[in-house]
């Protein structure tokens, strides 16, 4: 009988991670649907380059900040609840884009809904964290961080269906998916039984969860890992054709490259974390990282070192990513995951804005990157001091028996 309880609860614990992720990966698709479509909507409605960033910007801060109070409802109400709402709830402003929106305020405001979707993120973690345990949460937190490649789905895909079968074929096909997957989701997603549920409103928990040192620490460790990656994968496209004058396609085929590579080492670097502790794994990412930016700045040759400086720095921060949530199921309580996780989760996202604009203002100034990639190693290597002496000893103290 206990070799049959523990099948069935390892079955009901890959249904939970497989389901949670396909359902980050289809409202991250969704969440993304309006940046492949830029230079569209540019040239359609006649916007001006900061109306264009505008439009793309939305969603992506609503959606960064909106995880606080998902993640904080999760904890309270459950992932079996908020998955197909979140999933059904995100159909109805891509249909609105994708069949009404033909003016810059209508945009803005099917963007500001659209951001819905990019919340799923803060309710798949506290599910897959309840539903494995400690040593195997690191690889299944990774794994499910695979659905950040919803964006790279958006990314090759839309503008390719919006040429060959009409402007709402995308917007039209992603709504079918989320529709599908909240039926599947309500249906057979299951909360972890007796799993814990916190007290106190919603604003009393995210006001607590703010406050706790462990959520700015973790928040500005994935600020840096996955605010890094996203930086690149909005900047690199740029700083390719400007440093090295490849053309646009190409730029954009590198920069997929990179968002594959670092999508594909979150798992990796969940593993890691499960087989030597999130710590160290970070402290060598984040090494990497500085020692690959100051390896960019000198603007090498593209083949083979200014090209494994650019991947390495995909792998290190991708792994990165993996680990700090590895790091949160193990420093979090089980019933404040889902809050910290909106918290963190948020950070990432909005980490992902100020590099570009730095790089920029930096170009803009000296004609040349150089700085910018200095900046960049100084950031990671004292993001790597950090966290091998506060978190650690943050870490250190959760792991003694109370």
């Given at each position: 009988m206990p070799r049959k309880e523990g099948a069935s609860t390892s079955r009901e614990s890959t249904r939970a991670l497989v389901l949670a992720t396909v359902?980050?990966?289809l409202c991250f698709w969704a969440w993304a649907l309006l940046a492949p479509l830029g230079t569209t909507l540019r040239e359609e409605l006649k916007l001006t380059s900061f109306q264009q960033s505008l439009v793309v910007a939305v969603p992506v801060i609503v959606g960064s900040l909106g995880r606080i109070p998902v993640g904080a409802l999760t904890d309270r109400v459950g992932a079996r609840r908020m998955f197909p709402l979140v999933a059904a709830l995100t159909v109805l402003p891509v249909l609105y884009l994708g069949?009404?929106?033909d003016s810059l305020a209508e945009l803005l405001v099917g963007g500001f809904?659209?951001?819905l979707g990019g919340t799923a993120f803060a309710v798949g973690v506290p599910l897959v964290n309840a539903w494995y345990p400690p040593q195997r949460r690191g690889l299944a937190l990774g794994i499910f961080g695979i659905g950040t490649g919803g964006t790279a789905l958006s990314s090759f895909t839309t503008v390719q269906l919006a040429d060959v079968m009409g402007y709402a074929f995308p917007f039209n096909l992603i709504a079918v998916l989320l529709v599908v997957y909240a039926v599947a989701a309500l249906f057979l997603l299951r909360d972890k039984p007796g799993r814990a549920v916190p007290a106190g409103s919603l604003t009393a928990r995210t006001l607590v969860t703010l406050r706790m040192p462990v959520t700015v620490q973790l928040s500005f460790l994935y600020a840096i890992?996955?605010?890094?990656?996203?930086?690149f994968s909005v900047y690199l496209p740029t700083y390719l054709?400007?440093?090295?004058?490849?053309?646009?396609?190409?730029a954009a085929l590198r920069t997929a490259g990179f968002a594959v590579l670092a999508v594909a080492m979150r798992p990796v670097g969940g593993w890691l974390s499960d087989r030597f502790h999130p710590v160290p794994v970070l402290i060598t990412t984040y090494a990497a990282v500085a020692a690959l930016a100051l390896l960019a700045a000198f603007e090498l040759p593209l083949i083979p070192l200014g090209t494994l400086s650019f991947l390495g720095m995909a792998a290190a921060l991708g792994a990165g990513s993996g680990a700090v949530f590895a790091l949160v199921a193990r420093l979090v309580s089980p019933e404040k995951v889902g809050s910290v996780t909106g918290v963190v989760g948020a950070a990432g996202g909005l980490g992902g804005f100020f590099p570009p604009l730095v790089m920029g203002v930096i170009y803009g100034a000296t004609n040349d990157y150089t700085w910018g990639y200095v900046l960049l190693a100084a950031t990671a290597?004292?993001?790597a001091a950090f966290t091998a002496t506060t978190v650690q000893r943050q870490a250190r103290q959760a792991a003694r028996p109370a």
């Open positions: 359902g980050f990966t069949h009404l929106a809904f659209l951001g890992a996955f605010g890094g990656f996203v930086a054709t400007t440093a090295y004058g490849l053309e646009r396609s190409d290597g004292v993001t």
